[in-house]
Structure formats: structure tokens, C-alpha cells
């Protein structure tokens, strides 16, 4: 039983599209996370959600936009695909709240092509 | 700034020879320190934390690190590697622990020869 799912795993499209990628976690953790790894394996964090909360907007352009339905779940939309959003997308959680140590827990990440 | 810097992006190793990941980090704030590892077409899998007391922390795999705050370091290391320690290798410090926000170093590949 997978901690921290992510679907789709691959995903090729056009420049031009919207897509979505979702994430649902089943550890009971209050905060979720979507960090991007670029093509140099640079790991840089997106946003954050608390218990549906959004705690961290990092600058991204705003073609990509979050949304938390639940704790459990957190979802990530990107609008007019360019080039340069592929990549691999990672969401993570951890059990959150004040004085968290930020251990995270990984989902398989979703590969993003744009051609 | 808080930052953290991996100061090598990749290490060769023969296998069954000791190795060392070395881990720089900047951070104003309470020192939660990971390593995580990445192996290929996968997600990352925390390898060790230090979040207080003792210096030496030891993690999964036979893989330890030791924490130095007077040279702000945390060193990832195994006395003896396999070829299926090959991987990615990522430090990271909490820069927020209001939001646990993590900022990760540019990351180690270690490749294990036989």
C-alpha cells in the first residue's frame, strides 16, 4: 500500500496544454508538498499545503496553480505548457504543524515532457 | 541566505572502499539536517536525519553522517560500498520549522565500480 501516490507517472503533451498531476497520501500527515527536479536533478520546492492551508507559494509562474481538496490529497494544474515545465514533479508530505522537523516523504514523482 | 552545498557532484568508488558525501549548509534558524537518496527513476527515501543530541547519526544501509556545527557540515559516509549503494545522493536543512520547508543541496552521484 503505497505512503504517497502520484498519477500519472509519465506524462507527454504539447506545449500549448493544460494537464494535471495528482497526489494522495494515506500516512495521516497534515502538510503536502510539490517540489520540481529539473533536468540537473536540482531539487526546488513549489508549494506547501496545511490541513488544505496553502503555507508556501514559492515563486512560480502563475500557469501553475495548486489545489487541496482534502489534507489527504493535493493536486497540481499546469495551464499553456511551455518547454521549459519538463521535468520530473515530486510530492511529498510530512506530519506538519508548528516546530516541524520537515522530514518528507516522497511520492515516485510524475516525468513531464512538453514537446 | 540559508543554503546547503554538496561539494562534490560526483564521486567514483570501488566497491567494498570506504566513501565520503561531504554536506556544506548555511541556516539562521534551529538545524534539522537529512541525507536522502534517489535511486534512478525514483522517488527520494530518507537515508538519516539529525534533529538534536548526539553528533553522530547513524541511518539505514550502514550509511552514517556526523553533525559539526562549528564547520557547519554534515558528512555522509559508509565504510564499505556495494555496487547497489550506486545513486543520488541529496543534503537538506530545514529552513522553516513553521512550515518545514526543506531546501535540498545540488546533489552527489556516487558511482560504485566493481
Known amino acids: 500500500d503505497t505512503a504517497v501516490s502520484q498519477t500519472p507517472k509519465y506524462l507527454v503533451t504539447q506545449m500549448g496544454n493544460d494537464k494535471s498531476i495528482k497526489c494522495e497520501q494515506n500516512?495521516?500527515?497534515?502538510?503536502m508538498y510539490w517540489y520540481k527536479q529539473d533536468s540537473k536533478k536540482f531539487l526546488k520546492i513549489m508549494f506547501s499545503y496545511n490541513n488544505k492551508e496553502l503555507i508556501i507559494n514559492e515563486t512560480v509562474p502563475n500557469r501553475f496553480s495548486p489545489k487541496s481538496p482534502d489534507k489527504a490529497h493535493l493536486n497540481l494544474h499546469i495551464n499553456s505548457l511551455e518547454l521549459g515545465d519538463s521535468a520530473v514533479y515530486f510530492c511529498?508530505?510530512?506530519?506538519?504543524?508548528?516546530?516541524?522537523?520537515?522530514?518528507?516523504?516522497f511520492g515516485e514523482g510524475s516525468r513531464l515532457t512538453v514537446l | 541566505a540559508q543554503s546547503v552545498t554538496q561539494l562534490d557532484s560526483q564521486v567514483p568508488v570501488f566497491e567494498e572502499a570506504p566513501v565520503e558525501l561531504r554536506c556544506n549548509y548555511s541556516s539562521s534558524v534551529s538545524v534539522y539536517l537529512f541525507w536522502y537518496v534517489q535511486y534512478p527513476n525514483q522517488g527520494l527515501q530518507l537515508l538519516l536525519k539529525y534533529l538534536s543530541g548526539s553528533t553522530l547519526v547513524k541511518g539505514i544501509n550502514g550509511f552514517e553522517a556526523e553533525f559539526n556545527k562549528s564547520q557547519t557540515s554534515f558528512h555522509l559516509r559508509k565504510p564499505s560500498v556495494h555496487i547497489s549503494d550506486t545513486a543520488e545522493y541529496f543534503c537538506a536543512v530545514n529552513v522553516d520549522s513553521n512550515t518545514g520547508k526543506l531546501i535540498f543541496g545540488q546533489g552527489t552521484t556516487l558511482q560504485v565500480k566493481p
Open positions: 500516512l495521516g500527515h497534515d502538510t
Open positions: 511529498a508530505s510530512s506530519p506538519g504543524g508548528r516546530g516541524t522537523t520537515g522530514e518528507l516523504f
